[in-house]
């Protein structure tokens, strides 16, 4: 997943089926064309527990447009025609649960995503269930940690992970302003125990100055809720997605 670049990375989240049922792909490539390095993917669900205000609108607004697992697979069919960065969906486990787990793997891979964030499914689970059904189907899993994580467990955490692991930049639900002085101890933090993984900070990454300050101790930044309220209004997406991309970059 790092193969072309492995510092200041750029993971845009978008939500599938917002602003309308068919901007799904439309976004992805106006974020392709104007230089994220990442797609994260969110599949929308009334429950979104770590997801703020902003993206849980977002998921509402989707959800309500007759987005469904089914239908982004849809969607997604032929997406690798004309977008080659990585793909990676971020969920929740009860609507891939609901589709059948290793259906949604399979259908994941065989349309061409590349990786998986599933918040709540805990580290047990992986280890005794679903991670071999994620791995026999060759997607890449990636877990979350947070500054409270004990460095046991970051570790342990670590080596459950491939493609990046996915250093949350506090303990609160995304679009949250933060102390960057406080991220910055805890990416440093997270830089001494010489990871497996490279690292992409999350929740409350929103500007140049939030984004270049994450890519200093980590490999990169993933920004939501700053693209999703971009989004909201526009007319035009590639517009929007190019303007918006500029001023993080």
Known sequence: MFERKNNNVLNVYCTAGYP?????????????ENGADIIELGMPYSDPLADGTVIQHSSSIALANGMTIKKLFEQLRDFRNGISIPVVLMGYMNPALQYGFEK??????????????LPDLPEYEF????????KKHGLDFIF????????????????????????????????AD????????????????????????????????????????????????AYIRALENAKDVNAVTKNFLLSIK
């Open 144 to 175: 979350l940690v947070t500054p409270e994580t004990s460095g046991a467990r970051i570790k342990k955490l670590d080596k459950l992970s491939s493609g990046f692991l996915y250093a949350v930049s506090s303990s609160s639900t995304t679009g």
């Open 178 to 225: 933060k102390k960057m002085i406080d991220v910055t101890n805890y990416l440093k933090s997270l830089q001494k125990m010489n990871l497996h993984n490279p690292v992409l900070v999350g929740f409350g990454i929103k500007d140049k100055e939030t984004f270049q300050a994450s890519c200093a101790y980590a490999n990169g930044a993933i920004i939501g809720s």
């Open 20 to 32: 309308h049922l068919d901007s799904t792909v439309e976004v992805m490539k106006a974020l392709q």
């Open 127 to 134: 280890e005794t269930e679903y991670g071999e059904i994620i």
């Open 104 to 117: 949604f793997c399979s259908d994941a891979k065989n349309v061409g995503i590349d990786g998986l964030i």
